[in-house]
């Protein structure tokens, strides 16, 4: 009886050690199988994130690429605005010869009497025009460029392309630095001993501009900072320096479609001043690479006269005018002694003829940029990072 009842109790046992063992089992396979479950969630969170990522960083690539693809649209949309002005310029030139042909072909039988008398009043026109564009310049301006009396290297200091500038008219102690062929940072100096000091930026005022400027040609004449603006082909910016505005706006017709000067392939109008007042150099397609002067008054941003010259851009490395006449400084490719060999006087007071060629100061140069400055007769250079002044000898024109 015992026996029965111990093996009651021993099957009892071990069947509940069975179950127990069973329910073990399946929790172990269920937390398995939960583990598995949370990392392919994790997996896929992963993934997400990664997915994510990858588009956050195209998406910023994307809109770098538009972003730059609209500020090309800009500029193109300038210069396509540049060009149709340019383009309608040309159009009323040729509708007033279509009209002149047109009113020639009425009357065949006095052609020729006709193309003569045009002729003939195209001529007075043209004498009147040029007599009244020198009552304009004051013709008593009367001085020319006879050779170089000294070298001064000032500084050498910036890119070795840039601009320095005195204004002849207001504030003339200021020295106005802009460095670069494209920046649209102004350093104003108030004085050349400020600007020669070894800690110079730390006393100079900054003047930030609302557009960068192109080039080396831009100017200072009456407290305006005048220079053409990077992305245009032929606007002319009037900044107002102490107001730190723009005043006015110039297109400059026909100009900013090739570059000024052969050996400065930055600058496409070259801005300049002398006792006459501002000036802009350029070229145009149809003069054959020879160089264009216009006669700007700053006060209305509105051109007076132009003249086409007979100085090449072919090996010009600069530019400037005096006394209403144009010296072209050219120079060879590699670079060497800069020589002024062509000289275009718009009030016809210097012989052609007799024009002599003018070397600079013995010294291998590279000028970057040119200026006469009539308040002291000097001309201001940036030569290949240095900022040079050359002091004048003058004499009386022919």
Same mark, same amino acid.
């Given at each position: 009886?015992?026996?029965?009842?111990?093996?009651?109790?021993?099957?009892?046992?071990?069947?509940?050690?069975?179950?127990?063992?069973?329910?073990?089992?399946?929790?172990?396979?269920?937390?398995?199988?939960?583990?598995?479950?949370?990392?392919?969630?994790?997996?896929?969170?992963?993934?997400?994130?990664?997915?994510?990522?990858?588009?956050?960083?195209?998406?910023?690539?994307?809109?770098?690429?538009? *972003?730059?693809?609209?500020?090309?649209?800009?500029?193109?949309?300038?210069?396509?605005?540049?060009?149709?002005?340019?383009?309608?310029?040309?159009?009323?030139?040729?509708?007033?010869?279509?009209?002149?042909?047109?009113?020639?072909?009425?009357?065949?039988?006095?052609?020729?009497?006709?193309?003569?008398?045009?002729?003939?009043?195209?001529?007075?026109?043209?004498?009147?025009?040029?007599?009244?564009?020198?009552?304009?310049?004051?013709?008593?301006?009367?001085?020319?460029?006879?050779?170089?009396?000294?070298?001064?290297?000032?500084?050498?200091?910036?890119?070795?392309?840039?601009?320095?500038?005195?204004?002849?008219?207001?504030?003339?102690?200021?020295?106005?630095?802009?460095?670069?062929?494209?920046?649209?940072?102004?350093?104003?100096?108030?004085?050349?001993?400020?600007?020669?000091?070894?800690?110079?930026?730390?006393?100079?005022?900054?003047?930030?501009?609302?557009?960068?400027?192109?080039?080396?040609?831009?100017?200072?004449?009456?407290?305006?900072?005048?220079?053409?603006?990077?992305?245009?082909?032929?606007?002319?910016?009037?900044?107002?320096?102490?107001?730190?505005?723009?005043?006015?706006?110039?297109?400059?017709?026909?100009?900013?479609?090739?570059?000024?000067?052969?050996?400065?392939?930055?600058?496409?109008?070259?801005?300049?001043?002398?006792?006459?007042?501002?000036?802009?150099?350029?070229?145009?397609?149809?003069?054959?690479?020879?160089?264009?002067?216009?006669?700007?008054?700053?006060?209305?941003?509105?051109?007076?006269?132009?003249?086409?010259?007979?100085?090449?851009?072919?090996?010009?490395?600069?530019?400037? *005018?005096?006394?209403?006449?144009?010296?072209?400084?050219?120079?060879?490719?590699?670079?060497?002694?800069?020589?002024?060999?062509?000289?275009?006087?718009?009030?016809?007071?210097?012989?052609?003829?007799?024009?002599?060629?003018?070397?600079?100061?013995?010294?291998?140069?590279?000028?970057?940029?040119?200026?006469?400055?009539?308040?002291?007769?000097?001309?201001?250079?940036?030569?290949?990072?240095?900022?040079?002044?050359?002091?004048?000898?003058?004499?009386?024109?022919?």
């Amino acid at each position: 009886m015992a026996a029965i009842q111990l093996r009651f109790l021993l099957v009892s046992f071990f069947t509940s050690i069975a179950g127990e063992a069973q329910y073990v089992m399946q929790d172990a396979g269920l937390v398995h199988y939960m583990d598995r479950r949370i990392l392919s969630i994790e997996n896929r969170l992963n993934k997400c994130n990664q997915d994510i990522a990858d588009y956050v960083q195209e998406f910023r690539e994307f809109s770098k690429r538009m *972003m730059s693809r609209l500020e090309g649209l800009n500029v193109l949309k300038t210069d396509l605005k540049n060009d149709v002005d340019h383009l309608l310029t040309r159009v009323e030139r040729a509708q007033r010869e279509i009209d002149y042909f047109e009113s020639a072909k009425e009357s065949p039988d006095t052609c020729v009497e006709v193309d003569e008398d045009l002729v003939e009043q195209q001529l007075m026109e043209q004498e009147e025009s040029k007599q009244k564009v020198k009552l304009m310049l004051n013709a008593s301006c009367n001085h020319m460029i006879a050779g170089f009396k000294s070298l001064k290297i000032v500084k050498k200091s910036g890119d070795t392309q840039g601009s320095w500038l005195k204004d002849p008219i207001k504030n003339p102690q200021k020295i106005y630095f802009l460095t670069g062929v494209k920046n649209k940072i102004v350093m104003e100096f108030a004085n050349i001993r400020a600007f020669t000091e070894s800690g110079e930026k730390q006393s100079a005022r900054r003047v930030n501009l609302p557009f960068p400027w192109q080039g080396t040609g831009h100017v200072v004449y009456d407290g305006f900072l005048f220079y053409h603006k990077f992305g245009s082909l032929n606007e002319i910016i009037k900044f107002d320096i102490q107001k730190r505005n723009v005043t006015g706006q110039l297109l400059l017709s026909g100009a900013g479609e090739t570059f000024a000067y052969d050996l400065l392939p930055s600058t496409k109008i070259d801005l300049a001043v002398d006792e006459l007042g501002l000036w802009a150099i350029h070229t145009e397609p149809d003069t054959g690479r020879k160089l264009v002067i216009s006669k700007i008054n700053y006060e209305t941003m509105a051109v007076e006269y132009t003249w086409d010259t007979s100085c090449k851009s072919q090996n010009a490395e600069a530019a400037f *005018m005096m006394c209403g006449a144009l010296y072209v400084v050219y120079n060879s490719p590699g670079g060497g002694t800069s020589h002024i060999k062509c000289i275009y006087d718009t009030l016809d007071a210097i012989n052609p003829y007799e024009i002599p060629t003018l070397p600079f100061p013995k010294r291998q140069t590279s000028h970057s940029m040119v200026h006469y400055y009539p308040r002291e007769k000097q001309l201001f250079a940036w030569d290949n990072g240095s900022q040079v002044i050359y002091k004048l000898l003058t004499k009386l024109k022919n």
